[in-house]
Structures are given as structure tokens and as C-alpha cells.
């Protein structure tokens, strides 16, 4: 997935949400234009951890729902327009769409 940030930001840091499937890893790059060959690579998450696995006992349960929230804060800022997020693997294991990403937020 690549974010056009519409013009170029200061970054200092991510929150993904990946809904009910995480990734098993993910990684965040930078670069000067969406087919930018040699992104800069800003952020690699090894081994996500689940924030809100399934409970069986509240399914039933009508609420709103968090999801699975990765954070990541920048040792220092960096600069970019584009920004890719590059996902792998898929945790659940629940079936072929593998992982799913329900909010991104650059700040």
C-alpha cells in the first residue's frame, strides 16, 4: 500500500490498525514518488503482537470493536511525500485474504 501525503511532511511516527487479521511482519518505507525504486526504509515490525484477540465468550457481545493496533514513534524525524507499507504473512490464519489493514495514520 502506498499513501500519498499530498505534499512532503514531517513524519515522527505510525498507528496502524489491522482490524481482526494482522501481519506477522510489516515494514514502512519513505520515498520521493509512489514507483520510487529505492525507498528508504524507516520502520521494520518482526512478530506482531496481538492487541485484541478473539474472545469467544463476548462474540456476541454489540460493541464497537478496536481491532489490532501496531504504534511505532520515530527515533527522529524524517521527510517524505510517500510513504509504503508492506505487509507479510497473516496471523489468524482464517482463510486466503491474509492480513488486513483498516486505518493507517502518519503523524
Known sequence: MVI????T????GFHFNFN???????????????????MKQVVRV????????YDATD?????VRVGNTSDVSLAERV???FVKLVVEGA???D?????????????
Do not use: C, M
Request: glycine letters at 6%; a positive charge; hydrophobic letters at 35%.
Open 4 to 7: 500519498d501525503l499530498g505534499k
Open 9 to 12: 511532511q514531517s513524519i515522527k
Open 20 to 38: 481482526h487479521n494482522p501481519p506477522v511482519n510489516y515494514t514502512v518505507l519513505i520515498g520521493k514518488s509512489a514507483q520510487d525504486k529505492k
Open 46 to 53: 518482526e512478530n506482531v503482537k496481538i492487541t485484541a484477540p
Open 59 to 63: 462474540a456476541h457481545v454489540v460493541k
Open 79 to 81: 521527510r517524505s511525500r
Open 91 to 93: 496471523l489468524t490464519n
Open 95 to 107: 482463510g486466503p485474504a491474509g492480513a488486513t489493514v483498516a486505518e493507517v495514520v502518519v503523524y
